[in-house]
């Protein structure tokens, strides 16, 4: 036996396994989003089936990526987490981890109601899902920075890890607001045309009813008109 011992060979081993789970998970999570960007683009209507089947996946991997980033963090530690302040690369992690994954609730309780045309405005739902996406995006993208960035890390402070990641947050959402957020209105708003055009073209019983009343009373106000122009006579 090596005098790592049999407790630091396991240590090792469960650290390693972690890592490579975490690993799999962010790679997992970065391609559904880039996939959803792409499909998002290059579409020409809005899929919303599709980005909240993309948002339930992400759910899942940002959940794993918390099962398997708190043990990292443990074992980076040693167990005192009071010392993640003199760990800037590490707390930055955790910062843009929480950042995703408030996002990506508000993605899920804000954003696609507006998208299904529920609440709001088609402009004010383009504006809030395309800020929104941008910062998911750009979080994601400098969250595998900081994960690659091994040579450079040594060398930033967490004002310079903060700074950047505001810099990037910056440029993507006007990015999105720019070139994003008119094209996905356009799409809510078709999308909003299209659905009023199914309701008349298939009304529900409830609609039918009220079509219905509306024209018994219209034929009843028009035979009633004779009536009291005969009585005024």
Do not use: C
């Amino acid at each position: 036996m090596s005098p790592m011992g049999i407790d630091a060979v396991t240590k090792l081993v469960v650290q390693q396994m972690l890592l490579y789970g975490h690993m799999i998970a962010f790679a997992l999570a970065l391609a559904e989003v880039l996939r959803a960007d792409w499909r998002l683009l290059h579409s020409t209507r809005l899929d919303i089936e599709g980005l909240e089947q993309a948002s339930r996946r992400l759910k899942w991997f940002l959940l794993l990526l918390w099962a398997t980033g708190l043990p990292l963090v443990g074992f980076s530690l040693d167990g005192d987490f009071t010392a993640l302040g003199l760990e800037p690369k590490l707390l930055t992690k955790i910062i843009v981890v929480v950042a995703l994954t408030l996002n990506g609730a508000l993605l899920h309780h804000m954003v696609f109601p507006m998208l299904k045309g529920r609440r709001g405005t088609p402009r004010l739902g383009a504006v809030v899902s395309s800020v929104l996406g941008a910062i998911s995006t750009t979080s994601w993208l400098y969250a595998s920075f900081v994960g690659a960035a091994r040579l450079i890390a040594p060398k930033m402070t967490m004002t310079d890890f903060i700074g950047l990641y505001a810099a990037i947050l910056i440029g993507g959402v006007t990015a999105a607001l720019l070139f994003v957020s008119p094209r996905i209105a356009k799409m809510i708003a078709e999308r909003k045309r299209m659905a009023a055009l199914e309701r008349l073209s298939h009304p529900s019983n409830g609609e039918v009813l009220v079509l219905l009343r509306q024209l018994e009373h219209k034929i009843l106000a028009r035979e009633a008109g004779p009536m009291f122009k005969a009585g005024s006579l």
